[in-house]
Nanobody, 118 residues
Framework: QVQLVESGGGLVQAGGSLRLSCAASGSFFSVAAMGWYRQAPGKQRELVASITRGGSTNYAESVKGRFAISRDNAKNTMNLQMNSLKPEDTAVYYC????????????WGQGTQVTVSS
């Protein structure tokens, strides 16, 4: 059974920082691409940042220069460092990973709430 577990959400004032973490556990060969998505109330889920196994990154325009995604392939973990947070960053943040077992499947974490107060 493969699981993704997120941690690190919370309440922060505008201009503050938070660090989200995601850990993959279970029985699998490897973790391919990983990413963070977010969903605000009444809005569609959107990509925040993604990272390949080789370390290539991609960011939504709205977070470029403020957020940094990283991963540790040996530990099957991924982090999202969020700086200069804005109220519009308020959302539930989800971890997604493509996990390689006998095939490649996408898994999602349970989500972690990030609330930025003005």
């Amino acid at each position: 059974q493969v699981q993704l577990v997120e941690s690190g959400g919370g309440l922060v004032q505008a201009g503050g920082s938070l660090r989200l973490s995601c850990a993959a556990s279970g029985s699998f060969f490897s973790v391919a691409a990983m990413g963070w998505y977010r969903q605000a109330p009444g809005k569609q889920r959107e990509l925040v940042a993604s990272i390949t196994r080789g370390g290539s990154t991609n960011y939504a325009e709205s977070v470029k220069g403020r957020f940094a995604i990283s991963r540790d392939n040996a530990k099957n973990t991924m982090n999202l460092q969020m700086n200069s947070l804005k109220p519009e960053d308020t959302a539930v943040y989800y971890c997604k990973a493509t996990i390689i077992t006998s095939r490649a499947l996408d898994y999602w974490g349970q989500g972690t709430q990030v609330t930025v107060s003005s």
